[in-house]
C-alpha cells in the first residue's frame, strides 16, 4: 500500500492562496506564466484526455484515422462492451465491499492505537511507536508467502474477506502515524476536566477525540480508500477466480483480452478509474490537506 | 491508585481503566499488525534459509545457500542494476519538476486551483490503470506517441517503445514519474507558501538576485520539505512491482526485471519459494535501512 506520510495534520486547508500577499496576478508575466503552465498542464493531462476521445468512437474511426485525430463519429457501445467482457460490475462490487469493510474497521483500530500513544500512560510506549511506525517501510512482498500459506491454510484465498487482515495490517502504520500526532495536539486540559466529571478512557475516546479529530479521520479514511482501491500485490496472489477479483486485478486481465481492441481497452480503462477521479476532484481539499500539511512545520 | 510520584505529570492516571487499559485501545491493532505483517516478515526470513518450493510439504533447512547464490543469478545483477537506475530517475526527475511547477503555482498565475488538480491527478489512479493507459500509449502500431512523432516528421524516432531492451525500462520510468511528480509538487508548494514574505524583502533590500534569493532563501526554508520528499519516495521507489509487472512482465527477456518482480516469479512461477523470500528478506533489509532515520525522526517527534 503507498504509504505517503506527513508528520502532522491541521485541519484541511486550501493552500492555494499566492505567497505574495497582496499580489494579484495581473498582466506581464503573469499571463506569460499562465500560458506555459497551461500548456504543460494540457500536456500532462493529454493521456487521459486522449483516453477519453478513444473511448468514445467507433473502432473502425480510430484504425482508419489515427489516434490523434479528433472523431468522425462517436459511439457508447465501447462502454457496453468493456462493461459486459470486463466483468466491471462483479469487480465494481467486490472493490467497493472491500474498502467498505475494510476503511473504518482500519481508522477505528488506528484510531484506539494511535489515542493510547498519544493521550494514556503506555509502557513501551516508545518501542510500539517505533515498531508501528517501522511498518512504513515493509515492502509487501516480504510477507506474501506466508500470508498466502496462512489464508490457505484458513480456507480464505480466493475470497475478499481473505485481504481484509493483510490489507489492515500494512494500513496501520501510515493511519497510527497521522491521527496520533492529531490527537497529540488536543489539550490535555480538556480531557482532565472530563475525567474529573468521571469520564472513563473510552468515554474520552468516543465522545471527545474522534468528534475533535474528524477532519483527521476524514482524510485518513480518503487517502486509505484509495490506496484499498488501488491495492494490486496482495489481490493479484490472494484472489484467482473472476468471480472475487478486484478492479486492478480485473483491470490487468481485461487489457490481455482487449489488446487489439484500442477503443474498447479505453473504455475499459475509464470505467476503472472514473470513480477515482471524481472522488479526487470531489474531496481534493482533503486530500491536499492531509498531504501537505507535514511540510511546512519548522 | 498510587501513580502520583511519576516524572511526566500527563493525562490523567487511568483512574478507570486502570494500567491496562491503554493496552486495550492498543490491542486491536496490534494484534492485527503482528498476525499479518510482522509474523509473516519473520517467516519469510526463515523461509529464505530454505530450500522449499511452495508447494511440498517438506523442505530442508540450507542455511544462507540462497543468499550465496543471489551474486551470481545474471537476473539478479540485471533487477539490481534497474532497481538502482530506477530509484535514482523516479526520486530525481518526479522532485525537480515539482519544485518547478510548485515555484511556478506560487507565483502569479491564473486558475491555481484547476493547475493543481491536473499535476496530482495521475498520483491517485490506480498503478495498473496508469500501466494500462501508458501501455496503450506505447502501442507501435496503434499507440499516441509513435502517431504523434510521425506527425511532427519524426518517424525515425518511432519504434517498439516497451518491446526492446534499449528502451523499455526508460519507458516505464516515463509513466512512473508522470505520477510521482504530484506529491513533491504538492510538499513544495505548501511549504513555499510558508516562506515569509519579509526574507524575500529584506534580501532584495540587501541587493540579492532572484538567483541568489533562490539559493539563500528558497532552499534552506525548504529543508523540511526536501526531507519529507526524500525519505517517502526513498522508500517508495524501492518497493516498486506493480508497474513493471503490468506494462512489461519483466521483459523483453529479464532487461526489465527488479528485485520485486524477480522474486515474484521465482515464488510463483519457477516454484523457488525459498530463493524468491531470500529475494524478499534482501529488498525489506535494504528499505529498512534507508527508512529507519525517517521513523526515527518521527517517533521522536511523536514523544
Redesign the interface.
Known amino acids: 500500500m503507498?504509504?505517503?506520510?506527513?508528520?502532522r495534520i491541521d485541519v484541511p486547508v486550501e493552500?492555494?492562496?499566492?505567497?505574495?500577499?497582496g499580489?494579484?496576478?495581473?498582466g506581464g508575466?503573469?499571463?506569460v506564466?499562465?500560458l506555459?503552465?497551461?500548456v504543460?498542464?494540457i500536456f500532462?493531462?493529454s493521456?487521459?484526455a486522449?483516453?477519453v476521445i478513444t473511448a468514445v468512437r467507433p473502432l473502425s474511426d480510430?484504425?482508419g484515422n489515427?489516434?490523434?485525430s479528433w472523431p468522425a463519429e462517436f459511439t457508447w457501445s465501447n462502454f457496453k462492451d468493456a462493461w459486459g467482457i470486463g466483468n466491471f460490475a462483479t469487480t465494481y462490487r467486490n472493490s467497493a465491499l472491500l474498502a467498505l469493510m475494510k476503511v473504518p474497521l482500519g481508522v477505528l483500530?488506528?484510531a484506539?492505537?494511535g489515542?493510547?500513544?498519544?493521550?494514556?500512560?503506555?509502557?513501551f510506549?516508545?518501542t510500539?511507536?517505533?515498531?508501528?511506525?517501522?511498518?512504513?517501510?515493509?515492502?509487501?512482498?516480504?510477507?506474501?508467502?506466508?500470508?498466502f500459506i496462512?489464508m490457505r491454510q484458513a480456507g480464505a484465498t480466493d475470497s475478499i474477506f481473505g485481504l481484509i487482515?493483510?490489507y489492515?495490517?500494512?494500513g496501520?502504520?501510515f493511519e497510527?502515524?497521522v491521527l496520533?500526532?492529531f490527537f497529540?495536539q488536543i489539550p490535555?486540559e480538556i480531557?482532565?476536566a472530563a475525567?474529573?466529571d468521571g469520564a472513563?478512557?473510552?468515554r474520552v475516546?468516543f465522545t471527545m477525540i474522534l468528534p475533535l479529530s474528524l477532519p483527521a479521520l476524514v482524510t485518513v479514511a480518503i487517502l486509505d480508500a484509495?490506496a484499498t482501491?488501488?491495492e494490486?500485490?496482495f489481490a493479484?496472489?490472494l484472489l484467482n477466480s473472476d468471480a472475487h477479483k478486484t478492479?486492478?486485478?480485473g483491470?490487468?486481465n481485461f487489457?490481455g483480452q482487449f489488446a487489439n481492441n484500442?477503443t474498447g481497452?479505453?473504455a475499459g480503462?475509464l470505467i476503472?478509474?472514473v470513480p477515482?477521479?471524481i472522488a479526487?476532484?470531489l474531496l481534493?481539499r482533503w486530500?491536499?490537506g492531509g498531504?501537505?500539511?507535514?511540510?511546512?512545520?519548522? | 491508585m498510587a501513580t502520583i510520584a511519576?516524572p511526566?505529570p500527563?493525562?490523567?492516571?487511568?483512574?478507570?481503566?486502570g494500567?491496562w487499559?491503554?493496552?486495550l485501545?492498543?490491542l486491536?491493532?496490534?494484534v492485527?499488525?503482528v498476525?499479518?505483517?510482522?509474523?509473516?516478515?519473520l517467516?519469510?526470513l526463515f523461509?529464505s534459509l530454505t530450500n522449499w518450493d511452495?508447494l511440498s510439504a517438506t523442505y530442508k533447512f540450507v542455511g544462507l545457500e540462497n543468499y550465496f547464490k543471489l551474486p551470481s543469478d545474471p537476473v539478479v545483477v540485471t533487477a539490481v542494476r534497474n532497481n538502482l537506475i530506477w530509484t535514482v530517475v523516479t526520486i530525481a526527475v518526479p522532485t525537480v519538476i515539482g519544485l518547478l511547477?510548485a515555484m511556478?503555482?506560487?507565483?502569479?498565475?491564473?486558475?491555481?486551483?484547476?493547475?493543481?488538480?491536473?499535476?496530482?491527478?495521475?498520483a491517485?489512479?490506480?498503478?495498473?490503470?496508469i500501466a494500462?493507459?501508458?501501455?496503450?500509449?506505447y502501442?507501435p502500431q496503434?499507440?499516441?506517441i509513435n502517431?504523434?512523432l510521425k506527425?511532427i516528421g519524426l518517424d525515425g524516432l518511432a519504434q517498439p517503445w516497451l518491446g526492446q531492451d534499449s528502451t523499455a525500462l526508460w519507458a516505464v520510468m516515463v509513466p512512473a514519474i508522470?505520477l510521482r511528480t504530484g506529491?513533491p509538487m504538492?510538499?513544495?508548494?505548501?511549504?513555499?507558501?510558508?516562506?515569509p514574505?519579509e526574507l524575500?524583502e529584506a534580501a532584495t533590500v540587501d541587493g540579492a538576485t532572484k538567483w541568489q534569493q533562490f539559493w539563500h532563501v528558497t532552499m534552506p526554508s525548504l529543508r523540511?520539505?526536501h526531507y519529507?520528499v526524500l525519505a517517502?519516495s526513498l522508500?517508495?521507489s524501492?518497493?516498486v512491482?506493480?508497474m513493471i509487472?503490468?506494462m512489461t512482465y519483466g521483459g523483453p527477456g529479464t532487461s526489465t526485471q527488479v528485485l520485486?518482480t524477480w522474486?515474484?516469479f521465482n515464488?510463483?512461477q519457477y516454484y523457488q519459494?525459498g530463493y524468491?523470500?531470500a529475494i524478499?528478506?534482501v529488498?525489506?533489509l535494504v528499505?529498512?535501512a534507508?527508512?529507519?532515520p525517517?521513523?526515527?525522526s518521527?517517533?521522536k517527534?511523536?514523544?
Do not use: C
Open positions: 503507498s504509504s505517503i506520510a506527513p508528520a493552500t492555494v492562496e499566492a505567497h505574495p500577499v499580489e494579484k496576478p495581473k508575466r503573469g499571463l506564466m499562465t506555459v503552465l497551461a504543460v498542464a500532462w493531462i493521456p487521459l486522449l483516453l480510430f484504425i489515427g489516434p490523434l483500530i488506528s484506539m492505537l489515542f493510547a500513544l498519544a493521550k494514556l500512560r503506555m509502557k510506549r516508545r510500539v511507536m517505533f515498531s508501528v511506525f517501522l511498518g512504513l517501510t515493509i515492502p509487501i512482498y516480504i510477507a506474501i508467502v506466508p500470508v496462512m487482515g493483510p489492515l495490517a500494512f496501520i502504520p497510527v502515524l496520533q500526532s497529540r490535555d480531557i482532565e475525567k474529573v472513563g478512557d473510552w475516546f484509495v482501491w488501488n494490486f500485490l493479484l496472489i478492479i486492478p486485478v483491470l490487468l487489457q484500442n481497452l479505453a480503462i476503472a478509474v477515482i477521479l479526487y476532484t481534493q486530500i491536499v498531504l501537505t500539511a507535514g511540510a511546512t512545520k519548522g | 511519576l511526566k500527563q493525562v490523567a492516571k487511568g483512574k478507570r481503566g494500567r487499559s491503554p493496552w485501545f492498543a486491536p491493532a496490534l492485527v499488525y498476525a499479518f505483517l510482522v509474523y509473516p516478515a517467516s519469510s523461509f511452495g511547477l511556478a503555482l506560487n507565483g502569479k498565475v491564473h486558475g491555481k486551483p484547476i493547475l493543481r488538480l491536473v499535476f496530482y491527478t495521475p491517485v489512479l490506480p498503478l495498473v490503470s494500462s493507459i501508458w501501455g496503450w500509449l502501442n496503434y499507440g499516441a502517431s504523434f506527425l508522470w506529491f504538492l510538499l513544495y508548494l505548501a511549504a513555499l507558501q510558508g516562506i514574505n524575500y523540511p520539505a519529507i517517502l522508500i517508495d524501492f518497493k512491482f506493480d509487472y503490468a520485486g522474486m515474484y515464488v510463483f519459494a524468491g523470500t524478499a528478506v529488498i525489506t528499505a529498512i534507508v527508512g529507519i525517517y521513523v526515527r518521527q517517533t517527534e511523536a514523544s
